[in-house]
């Protein structure tokens, strides 16, 4: 048996049972990682003593025997520790003493930042004797454990306001837990420590996607299209020399924003120095186009993507584990030069509380990040989000892009918006120019019928055509309207159907299959009735499009899968409907819905003018509450678990299933039948899970099985056209429909 040292932060890995890991070195090794981390955004010292203390308790005897009695137990994990002999207390309570900001980061360095009233009741039982003990053996082993009067300037110096002052704590906290667990892993696992080794940087990626532009200039038509796209590309290169800020992007459908908007950021990161590219998109099914046109050009291995449906790699077995495991270190701490997520991702883990979420968040700054499709963002959480992407546009180097062709109004201080400050978003694209793009790139005439429509009268226009594009405002309408095209039809093979009552894989079905159909070189039938889960970058080109009344920025988006490569000798079709039976989805979106009711009375109503939406949207926010979970006020008092609570993009009342799709993930659910739930698989499962509402999921009790705490089979039925069927109880309003 090893001789364990006096003072240890961890018991040897299994595979060295004589390695301990001494406390000093480990203390040591995270103060000096920790500042490092720190130091790109000013604070390098206040991460060091982070670091230096936050296992401090581990100098607690009880802790050491009990590190003792985990190794003669065999037991190379002291993790379950935390609960039996808490050590950050003692870490935490020094700090509160010596400089209060860093008490809540050491004393949730584990558990997640916590409440405030909480930690200092917690601090204030610690067993003063111990406490004692534990300061007199830090002293002994030489730890420094008085702050520098420096230290505690600087973060005066960065924090102006209460907001400001609480992120700077959160990426304090991130470079903490990262120092922290990237040293205990090179401890207990030296093999995935030694691959987070990246070949690659923001300045290796510029020249490559260079190169590819310059070829794909060299071979292109002179169209329209490419005149626009030529035009928008060049914009970018040329804003991208500006300093560091905030952008728009305005491009129409199919201006190539995509690839203009990454030749922006890895320009512009050249230009500045900055560290990494992270896109944000709404909606995976954009995730995954958008990682496809990265990876043409940049390779497979330049792009990380991190999104709950990621799927792994194929081709070499061997290749493909170390790119995966390569992958899965990376999306830890986002320790990569260009990461595609999505924005719930984002900002879910900006306003998070736990060490997971919160561990990536010190890589966002010196970045570039690229928030596409915008308008997206609820208008409920705008007052929060805004205050985070301006603290970290002003005091850490991070350049935000607004991306999208329906843009938001969020410039300007007023009494219902603080939005960025007037004058401080610079446009990419020039004004006059954009306008012109949008001009050159209408491809689609608008009509809105004066009388209402009933669900036959929908049919019956639809019915009429080849292929069309129907989408709907709730998934009940979308089953109305597919009911009304399937009366009396003995072929339905031309009859397509997506919202989030299908599984994902059967999603990504369904759109290949469309796409197949309206393949210009070989165009069939199609027909496809669809929620909103289609509208916003989704790449689908039909002939005209059927759209139920709805919010502005939706009906446009939805226009953008009409005549989308502006192929057809005609403009597309798009006819703005309102649905006698339809029932529009209550709050932010029934507001936007009236808001354009007004506005599609204008005989002068100019679709292509994208000045439109910035009058849209200002009298959009006007009516609502931007802040309608309270988030702000609980963030003011370092109410870390409450933000977390509160900030949800996506609304936690519903309860996923797993669907065996076609008997895909039968070999995983046996597995987790016969095993239990392990690593890996809730992300195997994600592409054959259906969120049902709480209403639905409690009045199906006996249509799906336990197979793991937490995981649902669906034994209920599921058609190949509609998907997942609950009953009569469903299902007239449903967020889900708006993210994949």
């Given amino acids: 048996?090893?001789?364990?040292?006096?003072?240890?932060?961890?018991?040897?890995?299994?595979?060295?049972?004589?390695?301990?890991?001494?406390?000093?070195?480990?203390?040591?090794?995270?103060?000096?990682?920790?500042?490092?981390?720190?130091?790109?955004?000013?604070?390098?010292?206040?991460?060091?003593?982070?670091?230096?203390?936050?296992?401090?308790?581990?100098?607690?005897?009880?802790?050491?025997?009990?590190l003792k009695q985990c190794h003669e137990a065999a037991i190379a994990d002291a993790a379950s520790l935390r609960e039996k002999v808490p050590h950050a207390s003692y870490g935490a309570k020094l700090a509160a003493a010596?400089?209060?900001?860093?008490?809540?980061?050491?004393?949730?360095?584990?558990?997640?930042?916590?409440?405030?009233?909480?930690?200092?009741?917690?601090?204030?039982?610690v067993d003063q004797a111990v406490y004692g003990e534990v300061i007199k053996a830090a002293e002994v082993e030489g730890i420094d454990l008085a702050i520098a009067a420096?230290?505690?300037?600087?973060?005066?110096?960065?924090?102006?306001?209460?907001?400001?002052?609480?992120?700077?704590?959160?990426?304090?906290?991130?470079?903490?837990?990262?120092?922290?667990?990237?040293?205990?892993?090179?401890?207990?696992?030296?093999?995935?420590?030694?691959?987070?080794?990246?070949?690659?940087?923001?300045?290796?990626?510029?020249?490559?996607?260079?190169?590819?532009?310059?070829?794909?200039?060299?071979?292109?038509?002179?169209?329209?299209?490419?005149?626009?796209r030529a035009e928008v590309y060049q914009a970018c290169l040329d804003a991208a020399l500006l300093d560091p800020g905030v952008f728009r992007l305005a491009v129409p459908t199919g201006g190539g924003k995509t690839r203009s908007g990454l030749a922006f950021a890895l320009r512009h990161g050249v230009k500045h120095g900055l560290d990494r590219v992270i896109v944000a998109v709404p909606y995976t099914s954009i995730i995954e186009q958008t990682v496809e046109v990265y990876r043409d050009i940049l390779g497979r291995d330049a792009v990380l993507e991190h999104h709950s449906a990621v799927k792994p790699d194929e081709g070499n077995e061997e290749d493909a584990r170390s790119r995966q495991a390569q992958a899965r270190l990376a999306t830890q701490n986002w320790d990569a030069p260009l990461i595609v997520t999505t924005t719930v991702q984002l900002?879910?883990?900006?306003?998070?509380?736990?060490?997971?979420?919160?561990?990536?968040?010190?890589?966002?700054?010196?970045?570039?990040?690229?928030?596409?499709?915008?308008?997206?963002?609820?208008a409920g959480l705008l007052e929060p989000i805004l205050s985070i992407l301006k603290g970290l546009c002003q005091q850490y180097r991070v350049s935000l892009v607004l991306c999208t062709a329906t843009q938001p109004a969020l410039e300007g201080e007023t009494p219902y918006l603080q939005g960025f400050a007037a004058g401080t978003v610079r446009d990419i694209v020039p004004k006059p120019l954009a306008k012109q793009h949008f001009a050159a790139l209408s491809r689609v005439q608008y009509a809105v019928p004066k009388d209402e429509w009933s669900w036959a009268e929908v049919g019956q226009a639809v019915g009429q055509h080849d292929q069309a594009l129907v989408i709907l405002n709730t998934r009940k309408d979308a089953l109305a309207v597919l009911d009304e095209l399937t009366t009396g039809e003995e072929n339905r093979d031309h009859l397509f159907h997506l919202s989030t009552l299908l599984c994902g894989q059967h999603r990504r079905e369904v759109l290949q299959a469309v796409r197949e159909r309206i393949d210009p070189q070989n165009p069939r039938p199609c027909i496809l009735v669809s929620t909103q889960v289609v509208e916003a970058g989704v790449d689908l080109d039909f002939p005209v499009v059927y759209r139920a009344a709805g919010p502005l920025d939706r009906i446009v988006q939805a226009a953008g899968r009409c005549n989308r490569e502006?192929?057809?000798?005609?403009?597309?079709?798009?006819?703005?409907?309102?649905?006698?039976?339809?029932?529009?989805?209550?709050?932010?979106?029934?507001?936007?819905?009236?808001?354009?009711?007004?506005?599609?009375?204008?005989?002068?109503?100019?679709?292509?003018?994208?000045?439109?939406?910035?009058?849209?949207?200002?009298?959009?926010?006007?009516?609502?509450?931007?802040?309608?979970?309270?988030?702000?006020?609980?963030?003011?008092?370092?109410?870390?678990?409450e933000v977390a609570q509160r900030f949800k993009l996506i609304p936690d009342d519903t309860t996923a299933v797993v669907v065996n799709y076609h008997g895909l993930a039968s070999d995983r659910i046996q597995r987790i039948r016969r095993y239990g739930l392990r690593s890996g698989d809730l992300r195997a499962l994600q592409p054959y899970l259906v969120n049902l509402r709480d209403r639905e999921f409690k009045e199906t009790e006996e249509l799906r099985e336990p197979i793991a705490p937490g995981v649902w089979l669906w034994q209920g039925s599921y058609d190949d056209k509609l998907g997942i069927s609950v009953g009569s109880s469903a299902i007239v309003r449903d967020p889900t429909d708006l993210i994949i």
Avoid at 99 to 116: E, K, N, T, V
Avoid at 207 to 225: C, H, M, N, R, W
Wanted: glycine share 4%; aromatic share 12%.
């Fill in 150 to 228: 420096t230290a505690a300037q600087k973060l005066t110096a960065i924090a102006q306001d209460p907001y400001s002052f609480e992120l700077l704590l959160r990426l304090l906290f991130s470079c903490l837990v990262d120092a922290d667990y990237l040293d205990t892993e090179t401890h207990f696992d030296p093999d995935s420590a030694s691959q987070r080794r990246h070949t690659l940087a923001v300045a290796d990626l510029w020249p490559i996607l260079e190169t590819a532009q310059q070829q794909l200039v060299g071979s292109a038509q002179d169209t329209p299209v490419n005149r626009v």
């Fill in 347 to 378: 900002f879910e883990s900006l306003f998070a509380n736990r060490t997971s979420r919160c561990r990536k968040l010190h890589n966002i700054v010196n970045s570039v990040i690229i928030l596409d499709e915008v308008q997206t963002l609820p």
């Fill in 566 to 641: 502006g192929r057809r000798a005609e403009k597309g079709q798009v006819i703005v409907f309102r649905p006698q039976e339809g029932k529009v989805p209550p709050g932010e979106y029934r507001k936007a819905f009236e808001e354009t009711a007004i506005l599609l009375q204008r005989d002068d109503l100019n679709w292509d003018d994208p000045a439109i939406f910035e009058m849209y949207f200002r009298r959009l926010y006007q009516g609502l509450g931007l802040d309608t979970h309270e988030v702000q006020p609980y963030r003011e008092v370092w109410d870390f678990p």
């Fill in 1 to 66: 048996m090893a001789i364990k040292p006096e003072f240890a932060a961890h018991t040897p890995p299994q595979a060295r049972s004589d390695d301990w890991h001494p406390l000093k070195a480990h203390l040591s090794k995270v103060a000096r990682l920790a500042g490092s981390l720190a130091k790109k955004f000013g604070a390098a010292e206040l991460g060091y003593y982070a670091g230096l203390w936050h296992d401090l308790g581990k100098y607690n005897p009880k802790f050491q025997q009990y």
């Fill in 98 to 125: 010596q400089f209060q900001p860093l008490a809540p980061l050491i004393f949730g360095h584990h558990a997640g930042l916590p409440q405030q009233a909480y930690m200092n009741n917690r601090l204030a039982k």
